[in-house]
């Protein structure tokens, strides 16, 4: 979970491994355990907010880089969360981790670039960028420190003692074993090292991005010289331990020692003749923050290739330890990796727990969520049954049908949908905007069967879609193999639209079919992150898509749209409009109301007009995952502001808009947040939602999550998020629960009709 959009559970390896007896997670009808009783910190620390202070102060605006550090604590608590299944926590604490690597990359190497640059403008709350490393610096210390101390001391125990995984340490292993894990290391992995010592004759070598590493101390005996060497270490990272015939462990128990313990004992037979002064584990985070200029770039695909090359070789910004390393060792690291105090993290533990996703990964259903299993949505599953549901195009010609993933399912509705158009005799084209995708799509994979088969095929691809330019790079290069044509994005512009464009030879001419969603085109994510999706004919929203493709692959900015909002073009002003509506609606009947769902809010001139609307007395709730740049609660200001939070099992991805509009309620779904570079730097799609029984739908999963009292957290005026508890005889409502129970009951329901 980016638990932000970076999440990638999906490309960890998974043990394979026999079911172990385990204890049950709490059923639905059993009474769940207390939250953590930990109070998670807050970084924020806002201004107090001086009289009379205008719209504009600093002081009404939480700092954006350390409200992300509280989104990360709020994705920690759930691996320290005595409710979530033990499984669940060790995959939630690799997840904070791994969140914490890439906003190292990306936000601490913008940071320290706009330092170096000299730059000295302030952020919107006021802080300069040295001010701001500062402050991050000193939460992502205690962000390190307490999941490494949640995996030593809680979660690392309990794997043993409740999912029968021993995670050893070198020193517990019985001689026995140790031999065997001796044997293995000259048989595997002594091969393949390289060890690289640095003197007059071997420069220090170069260390790639988020490797873990092995320092080594050696003196010559003789002239008691010393010298410092690296070694990369291998994957995998756990290395199988063979049990112990004396122990009472059955064969049921996973045994697994990290493979730089092995490594580190045997580095005498590294270097051979020398002796070993010190053994410790490091690792490195490069900035990937790239300056580019795609303005003047004659070949995007060229310059994004050219970036990933540079940003192997970018500018150390954070390196590792453990905490015992020697002084004179640490030092000189420091200087050859050109770094100072600052940029330097102890670890007192396993370095680099992204490697728990693994364990995460073994085979104990009892300690794991409950695998669900998405429904698939009324009316699709009527397909091929009666002479009006033929196919998925006479089935959406019913009437516009609203997907909910992971509840409702993506094979059978998106990806059913791209499927039967590249087969389709009748369908001309299928244009398409590909953000991010699985390694192995079905949609690709339909993409060039279409045009294989004779359709004009035309793709978005946007390669400069972060961590993930490499891989959209492959898929760009396979389709246009095939003869799809292949766009690569705007100058200037990151696309991050969601949506489908099919056109159909039919009766009385050509007739468009949509997909317009809220989540990438990927089979695996569909099942962990929260997504809406319409799939419409209607032709007028069909126009509008249309339009869109012509000004994606076209270059042609002054396209009109009738229904939908589109960034950079009229999303802003549209939904500036609808706001400022809402306030007139409010003062003349006293009804105001607005409830969005985003992944996060820091657009700064879109939080003024929510200010300008909660002092009109508009009532205004917000359900943002992620970070809010908003502050809720002040008096004068945002009185009639709610924030909360939900993060659980899924991922919450979609983006949801409800202007209550004197009773004749506007609803929209798409690509965008409110944040800066949605508005200004992307192009980005929203589409109204007009079918009442499907408005209905979105604001009820509205009302809906704001009445969770399990997952949510709601935002006070100070920065401080505090979990939600059920009051006393009041039921408990989980968000994600709910959700799945509704669309069980919906498809059993529809399913009885027929």
Not at 62 to 78: M, T, Y
Not at 186 to 194: A, E, K, N, R, V
Request: charged fraction near 25%.
């Amino acid at each position: 979970m980016n638990i932000d959009e970076s999440v990638k559970i999906e490309q960890h390896e998974i043990i394979e491994a026999e079911t172990a007896v385990s204890p049950s997670p709490p059923q639905d009808d059993q009474t769940p355990p207390e939250p953590a009783a930990f109070e998670i910190p807050w970084a924020v620390r806002p201004q107090p907010v001086p009289e009379g202070a205008e719209l504009k102060h600093p002081s009404l605006y939480f700092n954006q880089e350390l409200a992300w550090i509280d989104f990360n604590w709020r994705v920690l608590h759930l691996a320290l969360d005595e409710r979530t299944p033990l499984l669940e926590r060790v995959k939630f604490a690799a997840i904070t981790v791994n969140n914490l690597d890439e906003f190292v990359q990306k936000r601490i190497g913008g940071l320290k670039r706009q330092e170096a640059a000299g730059v000295r403008k302030l952020s919107p709350d006021g802080r300069s960028p040295r001010e701001q490393l500062d402050e991050l610096r000193e939460a992502i210390l205690v962000m390190h420190n307490t999941v490494t101390d949640l995996w030593e001391n809680t979660l690392k125990p309990l794997l043993k003692t409740e999912a029968n995984i021993h995670i050893y340490d070198y020193e517990e292993l019985t001689p026995g074993q140790q031999a065997a894990l001796s044997k293995y290391f000259f048989d595997h992995i002594y091969p393949i090292l390289t060890p690289l010592t640095v003197d007059p004759g071997h420069p220090f070598p170069f260390i790639s991005n988020l490797s873990l590493s092995l320092a080594f101390v050696i003196r010559h005996p003789l002239r008691a010289t010393t010298h410092f060497a690296r070694l990369k270490i291998p994957k995998p990272r756990w290395i199988p331990v063979p049990p112990d015939p004396h122990s009472e462990q059955d064969d049921s128990f996973l045994r697994y020692l990290p493979i730089e313990q092995l490594i580190a004992q045997h580095a005498q037979d590294l270097f051979e003749g020398m002796e070993i002064v010190a053994v410790q584990p490091f690792r490195i985070t490069r900035n990937a923050g790239i300056d580019r200029d795609d303005e003047v770039a004659d070949d995007l695909l060229k310059m994004i290739s050219a970036e990933l090359r540079e940003r192997r070789f970018a500018a150390v910004v954070r390196l590792e330890i453990d905490k015992r390393m020697p002084d004179n060792e640490l030092q000189f690291i420091m200087r050859e990796l050109g770094l100072t105090g600052e940029d330097v993290y102890e670890v007192d533990g396993l370095m680099d727990l992204t490697a728990c996703f693994t364990i995460a990964g073994a085979k104990r259903p009892l300690l794991k969520d409950k695998p669900w299993q998405p429904a698939i949505p009324y009316p699709l599953f009527l397909e091929g049954r009666t002479k009006d549901t033929t196919d998925i195009f006479a089935i959406m010609r019913q009437g516009d049908i609203l997907v909910h993933h992971p509840y409702d399912s993506f094979t059978a509705s998106v990806q059913c949908l791209i499927e039967e158009a590249a087969v389709d005799p009748l369908v001309l084209a299928i244009k398409l905007t590909l953000y991010r995708t699985s390694s192995d799509s079905p949609i690709v994979a339909a993409l060039k069967r279409a045009a294989e088969q004779g359709k004009q095929v035309a793709v978005l691809v946007e390669v400069t879609a972060r961590f993930d330019e490499a891989n959209n790079i492959g898929w760009a290069r396979e389709l246009e193999r095939v003869g799809v044509h292949v766009a690569y994005g705007l100058v200037g512009l990151k696309t991050h639209t969601k949506a489908t464009l099919i056109v159909r030879q039919e009766k009385h001419g050509p007739r468009t079919y949509c997909h317009i969603g809220t989540g990438n085109y990927h089979p695996k994510t569909a099942k962990l992150y929260t997504d809406f999706g319409l799939l419409t004919c209607d032709p007028e929203l069909g126009r509008d898509i249309v339009n869109l493709f012509h000004f994606l692959t076209g270059y042609a900015p002054g396209q009109q749209y009738e229904k939908v909002l589109i960034a950079p073009s009229n999303m802003r002003s549209r939904f500036v409009a609808h706001i400022q509506q809402e306030i007139a609606h409010h003062q003349e009947h006293g009804n105001g109301r607005i409830i969005a769902k985003m992944n996060a809010i820091d657009d700064v001139r879109m939080i003024r007009e929510l200010y300008r609307a909660s002092q009109a007395g508009v009532q205004i709730d917000l359900i943002i995952r992620g970070h809010s740049r908003l502050r809720p609660g002040l008096p004068g200001y945002s009185d009639h502001i709610r924030i909360i939070s939900i993060l659980g099992r899924f991922l919450e991805h979609d983006r949801i808009f409800y202007f209550h509009n004197n009773g004749a309620p506007l609803t929209f779904i798409g690509s965008a947040d409110w944040r800066g570079r949605n508005l200004n730097d992307r192009v980005e799609l929203i589409t109204p939602i007009e079918e009442p029984a499907l408005q209905q739908r979105l604001i009820d999963t509205l009302e809906l999550a704001l009445s969770d009292n399990y997952l949510a957290w709601e935002l006070d005026a100070n920065g401080r998020y505090t979990l939600r508890r059920p009051a006393e005889n009041e039921s408990t409502i989980n968000f994600h629960k709910a959700l799945m129970k509704q669309a069980k009951k919906r498809a059993k329901k529809k399913r009885k009709k027929y």
